[in-house]
């Protein structure tokens, strides 16, 4: 029996997650997780469903089917197979935490990606990479080759056929047209927390952005740097008898853990841009297990 699951954005409206259980049970699957939200500020609805196809029902035959549906209650509906594994690309400047965390955690089939290329202003990691038997791409970044280099990123990104784009700690900042041909589908690390809020009713600009903690912070790459809607965000306690280098130790582990959690729900499609802002549904029994026991 094939595991799939279907992600809803539409307009809050009585009847949706009727629609939707009732098309899925008439065709012959059964839901083993669900997530809804109604979005009372923006008026908007967004559900993730999984379950089992029971009787056999094919993906294709599942969107066709559905889209008369998706249609007539203004759905955007998009249905999945969960055996299917992404495909990323990880860029990485100079600090290797977060790669070889992400490195271990496919290897031990903790997410569900393919990562297909590692590029890299530097030549630091290439055995590393090399020795996962992953393709390692060096190009050097400097102000007068910017647009050039750029170009070779995103023709390494189309023809591995990348459907994530990872800056594990990529030390270099992406142009506006380069984040506007990767929107949606670039997660950056900060090193920091985000975002920093000035002036009058902080705790207002927290809520408009969606900050989930204070901390390191996952986010989707935008044009306006560190600016982009948060998914994933973690904290680490320090105390005064602790130096620097301390810290810096501390915060590369909330680092690679943040990154790698918000990697698994844009992978799990758990996540739902909302603005400046996203709506993540926690994670569906049984997907973090891992391939390899112990």
């Known amino acids: 029996m094939s595991r799939y699951c279907v992600t809803v954005t539409c307009e809050a409206r009585r009847g949706v997650v009727a629609v939707i259980s009732g098309y899925l049970a008439g065709k012959g699957c059964n839901i083993s997780d669900s997530a809804q939200f ?24 599942l969107r066709r089917d559905f889209a008369p549906l998706a249609a007539e209650y203004g759905m955007e509906a998009t249905f999945y197979d969960e055996a299917e594994r992404l495909n990323v690309v990880v860029m990485v400047s100079r600090f290797g935490h977060c790669l070889n965390d992400l490195l271990y955690r496919v290897r031990l089939g903790a997410l569900p990606i ?67 041909q990767l929107s949606g589908r670039t997660i950056n690390i ?83 841009l909302s603005g400046r802002k996203t709506i993540v549904f926690p994670a569906s029994p049984g997907s973090y297990a891992s391939s390899l026991r112990g």
């Open 38 to 61: 109604d979005d009372s500020e923006t008026k908007r609805f967004f559900m993730r469903t999984s379950f089992v196809a029971e009787t056999g029902a094919s993906l294709e035959e």
């Open 190 to 272: 900060h090193h920091s927390f985000l975002p920093s809020f000035k002036g009058a009713h902080p705790y207002h600009q927290a809520h408009a952005r969606g900050v989930k903690l204070i901390g390191a912070t996952a986010h989707y790459v935008t044009a306006d740097l560190d600016e982009g809607p948060i998914i994933e965000q973690d904290i680490i306690r320090v105390s005064h008898n602790q130096s620097p280098e301390d810290y810096v130790a501390l915060g590369r582990d909330v680092e690679s853990q943040v990154l790698a959690r918000a990697i698994h729900a844009h992978a799990h499609r758990r996540v739902f």
């Open 114 to 180: 393919n990562i297909v290329a590692v590029i890299s202003n530097h030549l630091d990691f290439q055995k590393l990479v090399v020795n996962h038997d992953i393709p390692f791409h060096y190009i050097r970044v400097t102000k007068e080759n910017k647009v050039e280099a750029e170009a070779q990123q995103l023709r390494i990104i189309r023809e591995t056929g990348a459907d994530l784009v990872v800056l594990a700690r990529y030390m270099q900042v992406l142009s506006d047209d380069l984040c506007q």
